[in-house]
């Protein structure tokens, strides 16, 4: 019996995938960037608001990221500021090159861009209110480049909805796997 466990344990152990964080990019409407301290429900029309878009996951420095955002009609940008040293090129809303002017570290969470707008929505309309990360339409991608070789490095988008977390009723392993029989 021992011998089972162990061998079970042993193939669980090495057929589990490394948790190597994923580079991502995201979006947050808290300063603390945290996806805790936000709306409580939908903001109502024209409310002026910040949205942060942050880089993480990244294992080594990189000079530049590119990416577009998404509001689906929700959200209008009316200013995008990246922070000192930081440049952009294009529109946020139709693709943008995010450059470092030297190497950042992005392995936790860097602020690269800051965009002010004003909210156009309401929770249980047809245009759910969410903003997304999405590839940038000239690379059809979401890249950072790798400071040391130039390499470019795919990236995760993230997205944030306003309308609060879904809720979901109580429930144990027997009642699930009931469910499957």
Known sequence: MKRLLLTCALLILASTPSMAQVPIV??????????TDRHDG??????????YV???GF????TDIEYRIDAYANFEFAVELFPSGFSGLGLTAEGV???FGAAIDASDKVVIETIIGLWFCG???PSFPYIEVLPHPASGKIQATRHSDMAKIEAAGGYNAL???L?????TWGKLKAMYR
């Not at 995201?26 to 996806?35: A, E, I």
């Not at 294992?59 to 990189?62: D, F, N, T, V």
């Open 54 to 56: 942050v880089a993480s």
């Open 26 to 35: 995201q979006v947050y409407l808290d300063k603390n960037l945290t996806q």
């Open 167 to 171: 809720p979901v009723e109580p429930s």
């Open 163 to 165: 309308c609060g977390l």
């Open 59 to 62: 294992s080594s420095p990189i």
């Open 42 to 51: 939908c903001p109502p029309p024209a409310t002026i608001d910040t949205v």
């Open 123 to 125: 929770c249980g309309t």
């Open 97 to 99: 090159k995010v450059s």
